[in-house]
């Protein structure tokens, strides 16, 4: 048990809530509510466990001097002091007390209702920088306190059930210690944050965590159901028990009295077991974001992501870095992560309407509104040394992830390459590579690549191909075509050896090398317009 106690600063409570308070328990059977609070229950869990779901009574600081006149006038109370409120809850630990212990230091600390936890969660969010408009609260709770709940259900259910009032209630109809501090935190939440709660990006994360197993209550259970009926021998030629031997020397009342005591001195042994808060660890923080759009690369110097060999940069910069750069400070996130529809080599430039690409921003402490991204847009754009360009950027949901994948199998590039054949081209070659369409290749996979990627054949469709001449020059010329994606171009064109088959070289009988290439245009839909 941890030594040190924070004490948080007094709640106050109207006398609204008071005769709130009072009128609903004033409903409950006094002598059920009485029982619990002697087997250590607090009294959130008690309107809990009958079902009370109103917040205001959550919410509320429930003070000694509070209860003692909420039940004042109860006939089954002789002594005001047995409804005082547990130290540590039996049932929730302390989570609907607003008591819990930190980890870091094992201090065991105090609120004295929803509305203090509350103040620490919002000082914790804006402490670390969060700009939000609405938010999520999620609460895991550890497996003993569902154990404790279903071994007080069971004890009230053995005592009780003969009753009128709990003939029609079962354990489903209790508020779990989960919905019941969102209940107390959710209203109080949304007033310190001034914003609602909502399905959004930004989540509020409440886990609390117990050193006892659940499987210790279990044994504690199974112990003391298993003390119940004990073999003491035979008689006749039948085993005879514990049980057995109890309804032979007393009348049905009595032995069921005497299993009640059994079972409640049973239920204390294992609640017993669970007399320390709860330790709470916080956690906000903001699902990812995603902007989206095309880049262009006018530079053949330029990887698309940031590329190392033997701590050796190859290339000037990275695609990238130089758009994730950007965008990072202004998220204020932790880090971000650049997905692309396919990609180009380094020295390859990507022109004409871009390549589409995604970047995943982790925890943003800031959403950036649209006109702040279009000035993000025009700032890359101008950087200084005209690497790379930007188009259409805007934040998209998550879909768009799907989308530009589901686009990426299906999709067609078209390209511009400056080719150098070792002949002189006649106007009937022109003639004979326009006339192609939707030529089928079979494509080994390259040796520049063999060392990194598995020997597969693959085919690929060069949908349609055409030559345009460069004035002055015979053997020089440049070659426009539009291709299935995954096609490799350099190898369509040289032959790679033989291993594409046909090969731009091969259809026009001679020997063709690529000096240049462009990827002119990415066929999809996605980002293709602000």
């Not at 107390?184 to 994360?205: A, P, Q, V, Y």
């Not at 053949?300 to 000037?316: A, L, P, T």
């Not at 494509?443 to 063999?450: E, F, G, K, M, Y």
């Amino acid at each position: 048990m941890a030594t040190e106690i924070a004490e948080a600063s007094p709640a106050t409570v109207s006398g609204d809530d008071v005769r709130a308070l009072y009128d609903v328990v004033r409903a409950l059977p006094s002598h059920a509510v009485v029982e619990l609070f002697s087997i250590g229950v607090c009294t959130r869990c008690i309107l809990r466990l009958f079902g009370v779901r109103e917040s205001v009574h959550y919410r509320s600081p429930l003070s000694p001097s509070m209860l003692s006149s909420v039940f004042s006038d109860s006939t089954d109370l002789d002594n005001h002091s047995s409804l005082r409120e547990p130290v540590v809850c039996s049932l929730c630990l302390g989570i609907l007390q607003f008591t819990y212990c930190e980890d870091k230091d094992k201090k065991v600390v105090r609120k004295e209702s929803a509305d203090g936890l509350a103040a620490y969660i919002s000082d914790l969010i804006r402490e670390q920088g969060f700009e939000i408009d609405g938010f999520s609260l999620e609460v895991s709770i550890p497996q003993v306190i569902l154990e404790n709940e279903r071994t007080v259900w069971d004890h009230m259910k053995t005592k009780y059930e003969s009753e009128h009032w709990f003939q029609e209630r079962s354990l489903p109809e209790c508020i779990s210690a989960k919905d019941a501090l969102k209940i107390s935190l959710t209203e109080t939440l949304e007033t310190k944050l001034d914003c609602k709660s909502s399905i959004g990006t930004f989540r509020i994360r409440l886990t609390y965590t117990y050193p006892i197993s659940s499987k210790t209550v279990e044994n504690s259970v199974e112990g003391c159901h298993g003390s119940k009926r004990r073999k003491t021998g035979t008689h006749n030629g039948l085993d005879t028990s514990d049980d057995d031997i109890k309804c032979s020397g007393f009348s049905t009342s009595e032995a069921g009295s005497l299993q009640a005591i059994e079972l409640s001195k049973c239920l204390k042994l294992c609640l017993e077991q669970t007399n320390e808060p709860c330790c709470l660890e916080f956690l906000c923080y903001r699902t990812q974001i995603y902007f989206g759009g095309r880049y262009l690369k006018y530079s053949r110097n330029v990887s698309q992501s940031c590329w190392i060999i033997d701590d050796e940069r190859m290339g000037e910069a990275s695609v990238e870095e130089i758009i994730g750069s950007n965008i990072l400070p202004i998220c204020r996130g932790d880090k971000y992560k650049f997905h692309a529809a396919g990609r180009e080599d380094i020295d390859v430039r990507m022109l004409g309407s871009g390549r589409p690409f995604l970047v995943e921003v982790q925890n943003a402490r800031y959403v950036p509104s649209q006109e702040s991204v279009k000035d993000l847009q025009t700032k890359i754009n101008n950087l200084q040394n005209k690497l790379v360009g930007v188009k259409n950027l805007k934040l998209v949901g998550s879909q768009s992830w799907d989308l530009m994948r589901e686009g990426e199998a299906e999709k067609q590039k078209q390209y511009t390459a400056l080719v150098w054949t070792s002949r002189i081209l006649k106007d009937e070659d022109l003639q004979s590579i326009s006339s192609i369409k939707d030529m089928r290749i079979l494509q080994r996979t390259p040796i520049r690549v063999l060392h990194r990627r598995s020997p597969l054949e693959r085919e690929k469709i060069i949908h349609w191909m055409r030559i345009e001449r460069i004035v002055g020059s015979s053997q020089y010329f440049l070659l426009h075509l539009c291709t299935q994606a995954g096609t490799y171009i350099k190898e369509f064109v040289h032959g790679d050896l033989g291993r594409t088959q046909p090969s731009f070289g091969s259809i026009l009988g001679t020997r063709a090398e690529i000096l240049r290439l462009d990827v002119t245009d990415v066929k999809m839909d996605c980002f293709l317009t602000e």
